[in-house]
């Protein structure tokens, strides 16, 4: 079973910028398609990037040219480096693989203070 370790949140000034790393304990596919997601305050969890195996990027529109996901698949790990931060992505950012998901970790926690 597959376990999604998240880290590299923090409490950040609008602005700044922040790298996440996420760790999955076991395999994954090389052919799966990586996501991070975010989860603010009394809202739907979001998907706001993608990453195929060979890299292709996909980004939702609030962080289109501010977040950069990329993965190293031999070592089973996908990053979220967020530069330009606003207060609206303040979340608890997950990652998962898309279709199907694993079991959620707990998430790593991104407050931007204005």
């Known amino acids: 079973q597959v376990q999604l370790v998240e880290s590299g949140g923090g409490l950040v000034e609008t602005g700044g910028s922040l790298r996440l790393s996420c760790t999955a304990s076991?395999?994954?596919?090389?052919?799966?398609?990586l996501g991070w997601y975010r989860q603010a305050p009394g809202k739907q969890r979001e998907l706001v990037a993608t990453?195929?195996?060979?890299?292709?990027?996909r980004y939702a529109d609030s962080v289109e040219g501010r977040f950069t996901i990329t993965r190293n698949n031999p070592k089973n790990t996908v990053w979220l480096q967020m530069d330009d931060l606003k207060p609206e992505d303040t979340a608890v950012y997950y990652c998962?693989?898309?279709?199907?998901?694993?079991?959620w970790g707990q998430g790593t926690q991104v407050t931007v203070s204005s």
């Open positions: 076991g395999s994954i596919l090389t052919n799966d398609i």
């Open positions: 998962n693989r898309l279709r199907p998901p694993f079991d």
């Open positions: 990453i195929t195996s060979g890299g292709t990027a």
